[in-house]
């Protein structure tokens, strides 16, 4: 267990709609990293935030966006869905910033666009 | 901006053996650090191994270790006595100053 928490890990939904993927970083880590995983594009880091506030940016669509709460979870709003955003949506976390420190990833969220 | 690679889209190796997966990146960086994840069927995505650019000694986890060559800008793993358990998806990574970076990745397969 890497100490990171997904909610849902299944989501099934249909095209135009828009969901939200929650992420809970481990006790003590203030960044918070998005990432989609699908067969054709691998592993892409979407983005990034730390302490509440949008630290970097990856290759996330415009119909995406994320925030990162007081609390220090983070939630990935994807809207008008298209078949394309099927795909496993990971969280991550690391202690700081723009350092090196190790991502652990949470177990993913599974997103099916019907 | 930086690439990993993974020329190896699947690997196989019988129990007890020993099996390396290759990776090259390509960094005009002098300091980073480079990873290994494994992915099993669960998909969760679990940390094996890191390396740190600046330390020339080669990174050993239990039965994982790499070989890490700089200045080829190669880091493959080495994994020892190969157990049922250690069939997944391997994915090299690299972080620099920017983000985290992922190979296309290496299926290992394990046979009895």
């Known amino acids: 267990d890497s100490g990171v928490t997904q909610t849902p890990k299944h989501l099934i939904t249909a095209t135009g709609q828009r969901v939200t993927l929650r992420c809970s970083p481990r006790?003590?880590?203030?960044?918070v990293y998005w990432y989609q995983q699908s067969l054709d594009q691998g592993l892409q880091f979407l983005i990034q935030?730390?302490?509440?506030?949008?630290?970097a940016k990856g290759n996330i669509l415009e119909r995406f966006s994320a925030q990162q709460f007081p609390d220090l979870h983070s939630e990935l709003n994807l809207s008008s869905l298209e078949l394309g955003d099927s795909a496993l949506y990971f969280c991550a976390s690391s202690v700081g910033d723009v350092d090196k420190n190790i991502q652990y990833f949470g177990a993913g969220t599974r997103l099916s666009v019907l | 901006a930086q690439t990993v690679t993974q020329s190896q889209p699947e690997m196989s190796v019988q129990e007890a053996e020993t099996v390396t997966l290759s990776c090259t990146y390509d960094t005009s960086e002098s300091d980073y650090y480079l990873f290994w994840y494994k992915q099993p069927p669960s998909r969760q995505m679990i940390l094996v191994i890191r390396q740190e650019a600046y330390k020339q000694q080669n990174a050993t986890e239990n039965r994982f270790s790499v070989n890490f060559q700089k200045a080829a800008k190669s880091f493959s793993l080495k994994i020892s006595d190969s157990q049922l358990g250690d069939a997944a998806m391997y994915f090299c990574?690299?972080?620099?100053?920017?983000?985290?970076?992922f190979g296309k990745g290496t299926m290992l397969l394990v046979s009895p």
């Open positions: 990574a690299y972080k620099g100053y920017s983000t985290l970076t």
């Open positions: 006790s003590g880590d203030l960044s």
């Open positions: 935030y730390y302490n509440g506030e949008e630290r």
